[in-house]
């Protein structure tokens, strides 16, 4: 039990397009989802918290505007990359609280993003 | 803040050889606390995590580790490596209100001498 689909795995976009990636808790109801970016051999870094129904809630220095999360569903999660360039090539990843606090935080299998 | 610490960036182990990547804490209240293992362009996969409790923290593919709070630290050990054991090991802790925002380290690469 307990599995996050993260799609699409890896896409390759022209600078300038948006990009969309998704994220879904396959057998469980998740309130909170996160989003993460790792650049490549560097650890991962919270972008930020995704909160059904409402408004997503960003780490420091990450654009609202650049990365658009939209949480419609207990069970989905997207985030839109806008008006992509290259520096925002990177591994993006979720997550999914499954327990509310209780540890069951589970993660996406990632997406790596190209960005040409 | 809280924050993680992994100070070793790569360590080299004979196959068969035990394993032990270090991992110290900033936080605090009682940490949750996680080992995640990741293999090249994967997800990550939870290897243990500790809550309360026993301090000693069995997890899957035959890792342990153990909490010491007066070192803030929460160690990773394996008595026997496995070349599959090959991967990149992230000790991170648990933020936040529900302490489910994850805060990782920097990470340690682990890499398999036949």
């Known amino acids: 039990g307990a599995v996050v689909s993260q799609h699409p795995s890896w896409v390759i976009c022209k600078s300038g397009t948006s990009v969309k990636i998704e994220c879904r808790s396959l057998?469980?109801?998740?309130?909170?989802m996160f989003w993460y970016r790792q650049f490549p051999k560097q650890s991962l870094m919270l972008m930020a918290t995704?909160?059904?129904?409402?408004?997503?809630?960003?780490e420091q220095g990450v654009e609202k505007d650049k990365f658009l999360i939209n949480h419609a569903s207990l069970t989905l999660s997207t985030l839109t990359v806008t008006s992509a360039h290259p520096e925002d090539s990177s591994f993006y990843i979720c997550?999914?609280?499954?327990?509310?606090?209780?540890?069951?935080?589970?993660f996406g299998s990632g997406t790596r993003l190209t960005v040409v | 803040a809280q924050s993680v610490t992994q100070p070793d960036i790569h360590i080299t182990v004979s196959e068969g050889a035990s394993l032990e990547l270090r991992c110290n804490y900033s936080?605090?209240?009682?940490?949750?606390l996680f080992w995640y293992v990741q293999s090249p362009g994967q997800g990550l996969q939870l290897l243990l995590k500790?809550?309360?409790?026993?301090?000693l923290v069995q997890g899957i593919k035959g890792f342990e580790a153990e909490f010491k709070r007066s070192q803030s630290s929460f160690n990773l050990r394996k008595p026997s490596v496995h070349w599959s054991d090959a991967a990149e090991y992230f000790c991170?802790?648990?933020?936040?209100?529900?302490?489910?925002?994850?805060?990782f380290g920097s990470g340690t690469r682990l890499s398999i001498r036949p």
């Open positions: 997550s999914a609280d499954r327990d509310r606090g209780g540890g069951g935080y589970t």
């Open positions: 057998d469980f109801q998740a309130t909170t």
């Open positions: 995704s909160n059904e129904g409402s408004k997503a809630t960003y």
């Open positions: 936080y605090g209240a009682t940490p949750y």
């Open positions: 500790y809550f309360s409790g026993d301090t």
């Open positions: 991170a802790v648990g933020a936040g209100s529900s302490a489910s925002k994850i805060i």
